[in-house]
């Protein structure tokens, strides 16, 4: 079974600071690979994905993230963190699931990233 | 964000009650999935839904039960529920059962 390994659960870093949030997959096969961010009392926002092509992969608000099959990893980057990035961050894995025809996503358990002034 | 919709936003509920979790998803998608989200612990998809026919069904207890009447439209109705259930739960939906899903803004339910 697939498995996202999230091993930062919390990740303070101070304001214009660079920050990487880890991300490690299990798999063997082919996946999607994504990014949510999700503010507080509220649902989770796609931040980037990786579906193919170049590997590394820009999304909203300054965060890129780099896809490495060899190391089976998906960091999360920004080179300058504002406030407003304090919120909890997931990475997700998809694949097709057989059994429905829908694809399934797989959860890490979330790092929080808290930016201080 | 107004792609996806749940109402309401937060709920109480004895154990006793029965209540219903709405979701609409203005997105023109085709596949609505329903997901737990407890304190420390992965999001777990519960159910999923494609073409309004439920494909898959997590191990979810019987005390939750979906329904799809249309593309546009997901319920999740709750009765007599345990402490445990507590949690905020969240909506999604994808076109033709794709690879992105989107999600709703989730509904925080306490179950006294």
């Known amino acids: 079974a697939q498995s996202v390994t999230q091993l930062d659960s919390q990740v303070p870093v101070f304001e214009e600071a660079p920050v990487e949030l880890r991300c490690n997959y299990s798999s063997s096969v082919s996946v999607y690979l994504f990014w949510y961010v999700q503010y507080p009392n509220q649902g989770l926002q796609l931040l980037l994905k990786y579906l193919s092509g170049s590997t590394l992969v820009k999304g909203i608000n300054g965060f890129e993230a780099e896809f490495n099959k060899s190391q089976t990893s998906f960091h999360l980057r920004k080179p300058s963190v504002h406030i407003s990035d304090t919120a909890e961050y997931f990475c997700?894995?998809?694949?097709?699931?057989?059994?429905?025809?829908?694809?399934?996503?797989?959860f890490g358990t979330g790092t929080r990233l808290k930016v201080l002034a | 964000e107004t792609g996806v919709t749940q109402t309401p936003r937060h709920l109480v509920m004895g154990m006793t009650n029965k209540k219903s979790l709405k979701c609409e998803q203005h997105l023109g998608h085709n596949a609505m999935y329903w997901y737990k989200q407890s304190a420390k612990k992965p999001l777990e998809l519960m159910f999923v839904y494609s073409l309004e026919e439920r494909v898959e069904n997590n191990s979810v207890p019987s005390r939750f039960s979906p329904e799809c009447p249309n593309s546009s439209h997901l319920f999740l109705h709750l009765h007599t529920l345990q402490p445990e259930d507590s949690a905020l739960y969240l909506c999604a939906s994808s076109q033709g059962g794709g690879e992105t899903q989107y999600f709703g803004p989730g509904t925080r339910l306490l179950v006294l």
């Open positions: 997700a894995v998809s694949d097709l699931s057989r059994a429905s025809g829908t694809y399934k996503y797989i």
